[in-house]
């Protein structure tokens, strides 16, 4: 029995399966202890190895500067917010643009679904029409196009690659090999074609190019994320942290964001903030480093000035980065700052604006611009002015405003065929549809069988048809650089209007005209029967898609009576774009208020403004300087913005309807804006004749109304005559004759007239008043025009006489303080964030003009005696000195109003231009200034004078040109 139990023993210890399990148990022993080693002993000290891979340095953004007007009103300032980031974290695979896409789409949603957006500071944006388009041009849109196809410098892009559309470059991007933003034909077969776009909105597709086109920017920088959106919310914060381990690379950073208060009133001056451009980030760079600085200080993703002081004081608003080199772990948190180096804030700019002043300024031009606006409307569908009657005489029908709700997207037409359209949005939309489809069906017949000349058509047909015609030289498919204007068919179209269009379009076909290339044509050859059938097919779709062809629908259904402006007044209750009292509204509901009355009730309440109104006058400008400093005061371009919306990231569809807003709203009316200066050149005039020795204090010139010296003969504004004047009393009666003699003797020499010796003689003159060159204010200003033909009429201001609101402030200047000519400034100072004065800025004096002082006494006598002529001015308790001006434009708008002037009379302190394009007369930019200075000598109470409603005003009885 012993030795059985021993052999089985025995067996075992000897068995292979024995020594198998032996081994097993060991293995797992040392398997166990090694675990318990890792993880229990020494487990935080390999979790920390693991996790501490990655170290990287950082930039950390300095805050940016402030902006404050003279007496230190915040006018821009930083405000603390959340930012959106993303990284490239991708590994580099097949498949990696269809996972960052991926990524990138998922986040876009989650931004959007909580009310926040995602950055739009690409160059392309949807227009009206919903195609897309460049939103610069000329060598901004050049450096664009070479950034995008990889160019160091515009002039490598060949003439093709400068032609691509706007649509073409979205798809150049887009395409398999760039980003590949769209699908495959067949998503299971990457051989078979791929779709650029699709699967995209319009907006989503620009989106997803924008944010990856950013990304590409820094791809060759590790570590350095792309921002995707600013100022978001909390919630979607929340949101995006929740989902962190879906989004790869996706972050949220602490930022700032600039603020911009009041920020209609001072847009045109401060400017706006956005991602720098390859052309900034190379000159700012080098700017730095001509001042001592590091050569790398900007990079691809900061944001910079775009315009106005955010972008002349650029390199002192923007301050110094810092950095800290940090570790991270394989998610991209940090888990240790190594070493850190604070940013330096940027400096505090102060501005010579008074901000006080200014939004007075603007409320009072806004009052007054609708009351000069209302008491031109006439409750009438159209106003044709009679023959030779003055443009003084131009009304506004009643039923232009109904259609401007309309044209100037005050309404949104859009809505119209919403499902939450409301009763009358509906009815208009279905009168809409079926007045267009009966324009279609005549334009149709028309380009077929019709044959109508153009001059036996309606007004109204004339318009579409000239319409048709400039869009398809717009677009190219009329090749304009082939038409032949000497040609007898163009002629007859263009000039005689005795041909039909169906006839001047085959003759285009004929003649090559037509790039065929843009018509859809199946075969390479197509006889003219198929090229103008093809072309008559695009002409209507092209107008379906034109939406300024659309909106005239509306124009003429309000005219043929197939919508009303009852209707139009109910569209603005459905659609509630402005504050209507009840009362009012119930009153045009139950028809006990007309559409007449309730629009000029919307108008002179200011529910509705002269600048969406957009007709003449919608657009003024005033600048009001200290004569004896220099300093700008005051400096008011209406329409204003919102640069808010511009600052940061631009607001794609707040930027479209800026775009599309008839009354140019981003347009700095006071700097950017050239006309002529009309009666107001007459102070150059006279120093001209009496320097060069043409006249003299007691010259005295007959009046008699038409200059007879030259042919075509000038004539006074006073037909009949001012009788004999002096240099004094023809600046008080402006008397046109006065100074067209001045002109002509400046212009001849020894019985000789010679007009180039006289224009050089009037510019020499120009010139002494800065008229020849900028103002030099710190924002973008256009360079004036001196006149170059006609020194008879150049001596009033006319010929080619071209300057700025802010040109004629310096020029009034000069002549408040008798000679010193500045270059005006809007700096006032700069300081560090503490406070401390860093630099004072003063305006340079430009020249000084050595005038006799006998001559100066003439010249603001003349001038004082232009405003006691002005009945209006005679309850001022300041004593005031000045110039009107009106210039004509075109005969079929009202006339420029200008008024410059000085006060008080007697010892100046401040200057002020005013310009009102299509303003009528002077006597009206006359009587803008009038309330400005009551504001500033505090001779009003400011309630009285800023009432939120509009400001009736005198006739007007300046005559002058």
Request: glycine letters at 6%; one cysteine or more; proline letters at 2%.
């Given at each position: 029995?012993?030795?059985?139990i ?5 067996n ?6 024995t020594v ?15 675990c ?12 920390n190895?693991?996790?501490l891979?990655i ?9 940016r500067g402030?902006?404050l ?11 603390l917010a959340?930012?959106v ?7 580099s ?8 896409n991926d990524v990138?789409?998922?986040?876009i ?5 909580n ?7 690409f ?5 009206e029409?919903?195609d897309y388009v460049y939103?610069v041009d000329?060598?901004?849109?050049l450096?664009f ?11 490598k892009l ?9 649509q073409?470059?979205?798809?150049y ?7 590949a ?17 699709k699967g995209?909105?319009k ?14 920017l ?11 959106a600013?100022n ?8 995006i942290m929740e989902n ?5 690379g ?5 930022d700032?964001?600039?603020h ?12 706006y903030t956005g991602?720098?451009s390859?052309?900034?980030l190379t ?10 600085g ?8 900061d944001?910079v000035?775009k ?5 002349y004081?650029?390199?002192?608003l923007?301050?110094?980065?810092g ?5 991270v772990?394989n998610t991209?948190?940090?888990i240790?700052i190594?070493e850190?180096?604070e940013?330096?804030p ?5 501005l ?6 200014t939004?007075?300024v603007y409320n ?26 003055k443009?003084s005489s131009i009304k ?8 401007t709700?309309?044209n100037?997207?005050i309404?949104d037409r859009?809505?119209f ?6 009763e ?10 079926e ?18 000349p153009?001059?036996?058509?309606s007004?109204?047909y004339q ?7 400039s869009?398809l030289?717009?677009?190219?498919v009329?090749?304009?650089?082939l038409?032949d204007d000497n040609?007898a068919?163009q ?16 003759y ?5 005209w037509i ?16 090229v103008?059938?093809?072309l008559?097919e695009?002409i209507?779709e092209t107008?379906?898609h ?8 509306y ?7 197939k ?7 109910m569209l ?13 509204e119930?009153?045009?509901y139950?028809g006990k208020?007309s559409?007449y009355q309730?629009?000029?009730n919307?108008?002179t309440n200011l ?7 957009a007709?003449d006058?919608?657009?003024?400008s005033?600048?009001?300087?200290d004569?004896n400093?220099?300093?700008?005061l005051a400096m008011?371009s209406?329409?204003g913005y919102?640069?808010?919306k511009m600052?940061?990231?631009v607001?794609a ?6 775009n599309?807003?008839?009354?140019s709203p ?10 002529a200066?009309?009666?107001?050149f ?5 120093t001209?004749g ?10 005295k010139?007959?009046?008699?109304g038409t200059f007879?010296e030259?042919?075509?003969s ?6 009949s ?5 002096n240099?004094?009393s023809a600046i ?6 006065f ?9 001849t020499s020894s ?9 050089e ?5 120009a ?6 060159d ?13 006149s170059?033909k006609?020194?008879?009429r150049?001596?009033i201001?006319q ?7 802010v ?14 000519c ?9 300081t560090?964030?503490r ?9 340079e004096?430009?020249n000084?003009?050595?005038l006799?002082?006998e ?20 309850d001022l308790?300041?004593n ?10 075109t005969a079929s708008?009202p ?12 010892n100046p302190?401040?200057a002020?231009a005013?310009?009102i ?6 006597d009206y ?8 200075i ?10 009285d004078?800023?009432?939120g409603?509009?400001?009736s005003?005198?006739?007007?009885v300046?005559?002058?040109?």
């Amino acid at each position: 029995m012993f030795h059985e139990i021993r052999d089985h023993i025995i067996n075992i210890v000897t068995s292979r399966l024995t020594v198998l399990t032996i081994m097993f148990f060991f293995f797992a022993g040392v398997l166990v202890y090694r675990c318990f080693n890792l993880q229990i002993i020494n487990g935080e000290e390999y979790l920390n190895d693991f996790i501490l891979q990655i170290e990287k340095t950082r930039d950390i953004t300095s805050t940016r500067g402030r902006i404050l007007d003279r007496n230190g009103n915040v006018l821009a300032e930083n405000e603390l917010a959340y930012s959106v980031k993303i990284e490239d974290v991708f590994e580099s695979s097949r498949n990696k643009n269809a996972e960052v896409n991926d990524v990138v789409y998922r986040l876009i949603k989650l931004i959007e679904k909580n009310g926040d957006s995602v950055i739009t500071d690409f160059k392309i944006v949807i227009d009206e029409d919903g195609d897309y388009v460049y939103s610069v041009d000329g060598t901004a849109l050049l450096r664009f196009q070479a950034d995008v196809l990889g160019y160091k410098t515009v002039d490598k892009l060949s003439e093709e690659e400068k032609a691509m559309t706007a649509q073409e470059l979205m798809e150049y991007l887009s395409r398999a090999k760039g980003f590949a933003i769209g699908q495959y034909e067949d998503p299971e077969d990457r051989t078979s074609p791929f779709i650029v776009g699709k699967g995209y909105t319009k907006e989503e597709w620009l989106q997803m190019v924008t944010i990856r086109y950013a990304m590409n920017l820094t791809s060759f920088r590790k570590y350095v994320g792309t921002t995707v959106a600013t100022n978001v919310s909390e919630k979607t914060v929340a949101v995006i942290m929740e989902n962190s381990d879906q989004l790869d690379g996706v972050s949220i950073v602490e930022d700032t964001v600039r603020h911009y208060i009041d920020s209609k009133y001072f847009a045109h001056i401060l400017g706006y903030t956005g991602k720098i451009s390859s052309d900034e980030l190379t000159d700012l760079n080098e700017q730095v480093v001509a001042e001592g600085g590091n050569e790398d200080a900007y990079t691809i993703n900061d944001v910079v000035g775009k315009s106005g002081i955010e972008s002349y004081m650029e390199t002192t608003l923007q301050g110094t980065k810092g950095s800290e080199k940090v570790v991270v772990d394989n998610t991209g948190k940090v888990i240790t700052i190594l070493e850190r180096k604070e940013a330096q804030p940027g400096a505090d700019v102060y501005l010579t604006i008074d901000k006080d002043l200014t939004e007075a300024v603007y409320n009072i031009v806004e009052q007054k611009l609708a009351g000069l606006v209302s008491s031109k409307i006439i409750n009438a569908k159209e106003f044709n002015l009679p023959e030779n009657a003055k443009s003084s005489s131009i009304k506004i029908p009643i039923y232009d405003v109904y259609f401007t709700m309309i044209n100037n997207n005050i309404l949104d037409r859009k809505h119209f065929e919403a499902e939450d359209a409301g009763e009358t949005e509906r009815a208009v939309y279905a009168a809409y549809l079926e007045y267009k489809q009966g324009v279609y069906d005549k334009l149709n017949y028309e380009l077929t069988e019709g044959g109508t000349p153009y001059n036996k058509l309606s007004k109204e047909y004339q318009v579409y048809q000239s319409n048709i015609v400039s869009l398809l030289r717009d677009d190219g498919v009329i090749m304009k650089e082939l038409v032949d204007d000497n040609d007898a068919t163009q002629i007859a179209w263009a000039k005689d209007e005795v041909i039909s269009l169906k006839e001047y379009l085959q003759y285009c076909i004929a003649m090559n005209w037509i790039d065929v290339s843009r018509l859809d044509l199946n075969e390479k050859y197509s006889d003219s029967a198929e090229v103008y059938n093809k072309l008559q097919e695009y002409i209507i779709e092209t107008i379906e898609h034109t939406t300024e062809f659309q909106k005239r629908f509306y124009k003429y259904m309000l005219l043929n009576d197939k919508i009303t402006g009852r209707q139009i007044c109910m569209l603005l209750c459905e659609q509630r774009v402005v504050d209507i009292p009840a009362e009012d509204e119930e009153a045009l509901y139950a028809g006990k208020m007309s559409a007449y009355q309730f629009m000029m009730n919307r108008i002179t309440n200011l529910e509705i403004t002269p600048a969406q109104l957009a007709l003449d006058p919608c657009n003024a400008s005033v600048v009001i300087t200290d004569v004896n400093t220099g300093d700008v005061l005051a400096m008011v371009s209406y329409p204003g913005y919102d640069n808010n919306k511009m600052a940061n990231t631009v607001d794609a569809e707040y930027y479209a309807r800026l775009n599309a807003d008839k009354s140019s709203p981003q347009l700095n009316f006071a700097t950017q804006y050239k006309a002529a200066p009309g009666s107001t050149f007459k102070i150059v005039s006279a120093t001209a004749g009496l320097m060069e020795n043409v006249i003299n204090l007691q010259t005295k010139v007959n009046c008699v109304g038409t200059f007879t010296e030259i042919t075509p003969s000038p004539r006074c504004w006073k037909i009949s005559g001012h009788g004999y004047e002096n240099v004094t009393s023809a600046i008080k009666d402006s008397c046109n004759y006065f100074f067209y003699n001045v002109g002509y003797q400046l212009a001849t020499s020894s019985g000789s007239y010679n007009e180039e010796a006289g224009l050089e003689t009037l510019s020499k003159y120009a010139d002494l008043y800065g008229l020849t060159d900028k103002s030099g204010v710190e924002i973008g200003e256009y360079a004036p025009d001196v006149s170059t033909k006609d020194p008879v009429r150049s001596a009033i201001g006319q010929g080619s006489n071209s300057y700025t609101t802010v040109g004629l402030a310096r020029y009034v200047t000069t002549i408040a303080n008798s000679g010193t000519c500045y270059n005006l400034t809007l700096l006032d100072k700069t300081t560090d964030s503490r406070g401390n004065l860093l630099k004072e800025y003063h305006a340079e004096v430009r020249n000084q003009i050595d005038l006799p002082q006998e001559y100066w006494n003439a010249f603001h006598l003349g001038m004082r005696q232009v405003v006691e002529n002005k009945k209006y001015f005679s309850d001022l308790a300041v004593n005031v000195a000045g110039k009107t001006g009106t210039a004509e434009q075109t005969a079929s708008r009202p006339n420029h109003a200008l008024f410059i002037c000085y006060a008080p009379y007697e010892n100046p302190e401040i200057a002020i231009a005013t310009r009102i394009p299509f303003g009528y007369s002077s006597d009206y930019a006359a009587q803008f200034t009038r309330d400005i200075i009551k504001y500033y000598y505090g001779l009003a109470e400011e309630d009285d004078l800023i009432t939120g409603t509009a400001d009736s005003l005198d006739n007007a009885v300046s005559n002058e040109m």
